[in-house]
Each structure stands twice: as structure tokens, then as C-alpha cells.
């Protein structure tokens, strides 16, 4: 459970981030990007690994790339179901995951033991 609200902390923070870098990014209230953060860690602590094990040929194909695209759709699910979250396009939400992924890379490396 610790891991999962930390998953969702992380994705929080790269979204607080990623509306000062991407330009279609938005949250009406820090609220939304708060519950946008954590939903966001569920889906990807749950239907993240299916959607990756059901693209596995692709993303051998691309040597990894399509993993991006991955994130990319997460994010762009979130804002789905987020009401106070918009996202402008595919570019936004690509933009948007890669500084999530980023973030999220760069916290897990320092909470580990």
C-alpha cells in the first residue's frame, strides 16, 4: 500500500512539473492533479503490466520505444476520467508522461533501500 501511495506521490509531483513544460497540460484545482497523480499509479501498477505484456511484440520490435507510447496513453486515460484535467493532444501527453516517467525514475531511485 506504502508503494502504491508513493507510485502516486511521484506521478503527482511529475504532473505539478509537467504543467510548467507542457503547454496542453492543465489541472483546474490541486486537488485534481493530486487524485489525477494517485489514479494515474494505480493504472499503472495494475493495467500498466497488461498493456505491456499485450504490446510485448511491438516493443521488442521497437527496442523499447513503444513504451512511451504506453505512458503516453496512461496519461491521456487519466485525463479521461479526471474532469478538471486537459490535455491537448497526443504531443501534451507524450510530453507529460516522459516528465511523469522521469520523476518517477528519479524518486524510486531514492526511496529504494
Given at each position: 500500500?506504502?508503494g ?22 492543465h ?17 499503472n ?53 516522459l516528465i ?14
Amino acid at each position: 500500500m506504502n508503494g502504491l501511495l508513493l507510485r502516486g506521490a511521484l506521478a503527482a509531483v511529475g504532473f505539478w512539473l509537467g504543467t510548467y513544460f507542457v503547454s496542453g497540460l492543465h489541472f483546474d484545482t490541486a486537488a485534481t492533479l493530486i487524485v489525477a497523480g494517485l489514479l494515474l499509479g494505480v493504472m499503472n501498477a495494475f493495467l500498466r503490466p497488461l498493456l505491456i505484456l499485450l504490446t510485448l511484440p511491438l516493443t521488442v520490435l521497437s527496442l523499447g520505444v513503444f513504451l512511451l507510447i504506453i505512458n503516453a496513453g496512461m496519461v491521456a486515460l487519466v485525463a479521461w476520467f479526471m474532469p478538471g484535467m486537459r490535455v491537448a493532444g497526443f504531443g501534451s501527453a507524450f510530453g507529460a508522461a516522459l516528465i511523469v516517467s522521469i520523476v518517477s525514475w528519479i524518486g524510486g531511485a531514492l526511496t529504494r533501500r
